[in-house]
T-cell receptor, first 110, second 112 residues
Framework: SQQGEEDPQALSIQEGENATMNCSYK?????LQWYRQNSGRGLVHLIL?????REKHSGRLRVTLDTSKKSSSLLITASRAADTASYFC??????????FGGGTRVLVKP | ETGVTQSPTHLIKTRGQQVTLRCSSQ?????VSWYQQALGQGPQFIFQ???????GRGNFPPRFSGLQFPNYSSELNVNALELDDSALYLC???????????FGPGTRLTVL
């Protein structure tokens, strides 16, 4: 079963616009991570936010975490065609496994 | 590129057959985790190996089994293949069990 649910399932934007996607999860977590996947290939780690953090930045990425609402958001600013990919949130609770959501498919049109 | 390699890239099998997928972990990593990703879905955790021992398992039947070798590379074996086993199989290595995981490119398995 999937812990997280991403919203929206798909997103289409113009190059230069911002893209925002959300992730909700069900149980308490140690951290939440965002990954990118291009065309059904391997996953690329983007950013990790710990349960005691509320916001984190990495380049054009901004992640927020609200543990009271069990939700997170990923913002990609000034999107580029190369940002076209599927984006997944993954949570780590007690233990070692990552539990992924179903993903948001982002299309950035030039 | 993460330094995690998987072989083969693609594989076609028929129902009832057995398959072995291989993963070489990144240098310095002692933990390998395996995931199954069905088309259009997120990856699902199969199991994790830490220093040659299974260290956690997801909701997969016993016909999914694995090994980790002294050099920390790993194999995923699936017996009695079913059509629903068609998926992208991803391995990820990490330095110890709870650290950041680095994913390989995956093996796409098609079961006919």
């Amino acid at each position: 079963s999937q812990q997280g649910e991403e919203d929206p399932q798909a997103l289409s934007i113009q190059e230069g616009e911002n893209a925002t996607m959300n992730c909700s999860y069900k149980t308490s977590i140690n951290n939440l991570q965002w990954y990118r996947q291009n065309s059904g290939r391997g996953l690329v780690h983007l950013i990790l936010i710990r349960s005691n953090e509320r916001e984190k930045h990495s380049g054009r990425l901004r992640v927020t975490l609200d543990t009271s609402k069990k939700s997170s958001s990923l913002l990609i600013t000034a999107s580029r065609a190369a940002d076209t990919a599927s984006y997944f949130c993954a949570t780590r609770a007690a233990g070692n496994k990552l539990t992924f959501g179903g993903g948001t498919r982002v299309l950035v049109k030039p | 590129e993460t330094g995690v390699t998987q072989s083969p890239t693609h594989l076609i099998k028929t129902r009832g057959q057995q398959v072995t997928l291989r993963c070489s972990s990144q240098s310095g990593h002692n933990t390998v985790s395996w995931y199954q990703q069905a088309l259009g879905q997120g990856p699902q955790f199969i199991f994790q190996y830490y220093r040659e021992e299974e260290n956690g398992r997801g909701n997969f039947p016993p016909r999914f089994s694995g090994l980790q070798f002294p050099n920390y590379s790993s194999e995923l074996n699936v017996n009695a293949l079913e059509l629903d086993d068609s998926a992208l199989y991803l391995c990820a290595s990490s330095q110890d069990r709870a650290n950041e995981q680095f994913f390989g490119p995956g093996t796409r398995l098609t079961v006919l």
